[in-house]
DNA sequence: AATCCAAATGGGAACGTTCCCAACAAACGG
DNA sequence: CCGTTTGTTGGGAACGTTCCCATTTGGATT
């Protein structure tokens, strides 16, 4: 049963004005007899009026409102890059559509063009792990909407990214196994599809690069990130006829995962076996025990990546169009490794 | 640099039609040649044409946009929630502005502000601790556009609640204390503004007082969820002459902090004392001790309240205006008691 | 052959706003 | 006293769509 909406012209009519002059009192013009504000402004109060936004956007092709689209939802490195990205959003005065792809690449174009029919003023993105076709967001580029990635970028497309220097945080996570005495280092890797994954997988090899070892090729699998497969990945490495003492997971999620199947199993960590996960997630200084992990500035990649957007979006600045912004990691050591 | 937005009048241009037959094939509705009909669709898509939503829902006046107000995005509570909510909207084609008021009253009205001032259908909210005015959702009622509320809900307001039996998880947790032989159980409390807070308390006297225990003002108090207080109160309780040997937390978050508290101070826990929360976080099953703690239904509170809100908008049921769903809480028994 | 009907299409108002341009009055300077 | 400025207001197009009400056309019915 929607009432009518108060409306300028209502305002207008009342008080035998037109709309043009409610208008410049609502929008702050200048040039408005201060006794005709006072009485627009006191109506306005008294009638609940609010601005539409959809005429206003529609006039002034700006709606102040930025998409955002993830994967999923669940762990903790999502919400948080979110969360950052609000709160700059919110500063700026700009709303948040946010819409998740459940990893699937069909549910990623169709979430965009939601995005374009809402007219957001720019998107920022993290592709599914299945996205390798990159035409939908083209479309944004031909429309002149920016874009930046986050997280899952996408390598070929000329727009800001926002990442962590992925190969540097799981070198130095590796390297951190092999001073402990480990030799064998497993590493439960992500979808080959990512970037993140390969190149996380490359500081790994590096590492052990490094460190004079060979690298075994049962000791390296790519999954597809369904939590529930970890237990037979790391059944597999424990297995081994020279099993693995140390696991290098993907990310948090992953390590939590495999250091429950681990203790299942009635195998102690640290002493059997080492487990480091990526992305310090919230559980992860909780669980028992402690993971030692490659720690991420989630909450200022969202902010970051969303600040980026808003310059672009109010500049208009053309060169910056494939900047890369490379956040820090740092190796957080707990009782795990 | 945005260009012009391709609209129905270029492609009828193109194709020599009238803008009406064009809005005839892209609504789908009858009465079109299934030659124009394809000709439309086909430079539609070469076009990448998409419908501008803003002109529709200021004709409509609908946006198929539903706001969602939580207090904060820390924890895990309200992000499941909106992934709760944000499932049921995506499946009934609603979109989802979100925002948080951090906890503070005047975020919280400027945000329904905003939420009006972009035509939601409707909203959904939970309140900040500040919260004890209700005249920004008022409005809603006026102005006919559908409330529901959840978990921190607000009592005399006519509009359908989702929350669960917050005195009945307080009840059985204490209990569960008692049966175990705790004779000294704090309650670390919520603001007393929120009534969840107040029902938890109500609980928490009520299991003592089936077990003939008396009351000991000491051993409650009433906090503002300030995380980095909670050292203050669990030394508290510690400290007492005849200290306590349980806690009973407002919530998990709180619950977590006091066992990272009390194992800083070397005790045992549940051997000296015992600790539980209220609502299963992601982390309460990961720390250690494992937390027992008051299971909700986090998901389905969000599913819930956004199945009652987009209901409320289809259809007119003015009988469900107050409606409560009380969802079901479960006593989940870990270490830490 | 005259009439009617349905299918296909076009025209234009409406949604609530902004913003440009014009209109008008009062005040001012010479 | 007249031209010019300044302050204040009004009128109307535009944004991109939907939807109601014509209008046109060709075929079917009588």
Redesign the interface.
């Known amino acids: 049963?929607?009432?009518h909406?108060v409306t300028i012209i209502d305002i207008a009519k009342e008080l035998n004005l037109s709309k043009s002059t409610v208008s410049r009192v609502l929008t702050g013009h200048a040039n408005v007899n201060p006794a005709t504000r006072q009485a627009v402004l006191e109506l306005a109060e008294k009638w609940?009026y609010?601005?539409?936004?959809?005429?206003i956007?529609?006039i002034t092709?700006k709606?102040n409102?930025i998409g955002i689209i993830v994967p999923e939802?669940?762990g903790?490195y999502f919400?948080q890059a979110?969360?950052g990205a609000?709160e700059v959003a919110?500063k700026a005065g700009y709303?948040?559509?946010?819409?998740?792809s459940n990893e699937t690449y069909e549910t990623e174009v169709a979430n965009t063009?939601?995005m374009?029919?809402?007219?957001v003023d720019g998107l920022l993105i993290s592709v599914t792990k299945e996205t390798r076709n990159f035409d939908h967001l083209g479309?944004f580029h031909?429309?002149?909407?920016p874009i930046v990635f986050f997280n899952r970028v996408c390598d070929d497309m000329e727009a800001p990214k926002v990442i962590v220097d992925d190969y540097d945080g799981a070198f130095r996570a590796v390297d951190h196994l092999i001073q402990r005495g480990r030799k064998r280092i497993a590493h439960l890797a992500g979808p080959t599809s990512l970037i993140i994954s390969v190149k996380r997988l490359n500081g790994y090899k590096a590492a052990l690069r490094k460190n004079n070892i060979e690298m075994d090729e049962e000791l390296v699998i790519s999954y597809d990130l369904d939590l529930d497969k970890v237990k037979i990945y790391v059944n597999h490495f424990l297995n081994l006829e020279n099993p693995a003492d140390a696991i290098f997971a993907f990310n948090d999620p992953t390590a939590?995962e495999a250091i429950q199947v681990i203790k299942k199993r009635g195998l102690k960590i640290p002493k059997d076996i080492a487990v480091v996960g990526f992305s310090d997630d919230?559980?992860s200084g909780?669980?028992?025990?402690p993971l030692t992990t490659v720690a991420q500035p989630v909450k200022d990649i969202g902010k970051t990546a969303a600040q980026l957007l808003i310059d672009q979006i109010n500049r208009?600045v053309?060169e910056w169009k494939s900047m890369i912004k490379v956040l820090k990691t740092e190796l957080i050591i707990r009782k795990s490794s």
């Not at 374009?116 to 007219?119: E, G, P, R, S």
């Open positions: 049963m929607k009432r909406q609940d609010q601005r539409n936004m959809l005429a956007s529609l092709k709606t409102t939802f669940s903790s919400p979110i969360i609000q919110a709303n948040l559509i946010i819409s998740q063009k939601v374009l029919a809402n007219q479309v031909r429309k002149g909407i939590i919230y559980a909780l669980i028992d025990p208009d053309s």
